[in-house]
Nanobody, 123 residues
Framework: QVQLVESGGGLAQAGDSLRLSCIAS????????MGWYRQPPGKEREFVAA???????DYQDSVKGRFTISRDNAKNSVYLQMNNVNPEDTAVYFC?????????????????WGQGTQVTVSA
């Protein structure tokens, strides 16, 4: 069983930066892709960013150029650096682990989930 624990959410103003962290335990970390999803109020969970075991990253169009996903295999951790946030980024952010070395956009293919961390951005 893999456990994922997110941290780093909170309140921010438009234009601020936040850094989300997710630490994984329970299995080898470096062989699995990792991702970040978010669920805005009243909406479905959506893909934000993901990174393969090899380090290839991809992003939702609305966050490209503002968010950066990275991983530190030595620390079993994945990060989401969020720059120039705006109110549309308000959501609960979830860390996800995939069962494969490569990621998928659909949340249904993620194998394990963290409990989520709230990010609230005011104008």
């Amino acid at each position: 069983q893999v456990q994922l624990v997110e941290s780093g959410g909170g309140l921010a103003q438009a234009g601020d930066s936040l850094r989300l962290s997710c630490i994984a335990s329970g299995r080898a970390f470096d062989t699995n892709a990792m991702g970040w999803y978010r669920q805005p109020p009243g909406k479905e969970r959506e893909f934000v960013a993901a990174i393969s075991a090899a380090g290839t990253a991809d992003y939702q169009d609305s966050v490209k150029g503002r968010f950066t996903i990275s991983r530190d295999n030595a620390k079993n951790s994945v990060y989401l650096q969020m720059n120039n946030v705006n109110p549309e980024d308000t959501a609960v952010y979830f860390c996800a682990s995939y069962p494969t070395s490569y990621y998928y956009y659909s949340a249904q293919f993620a194998q394990y989930w963290g409990q989520g961390t709230q990010v609230t951005v005011s104008a």
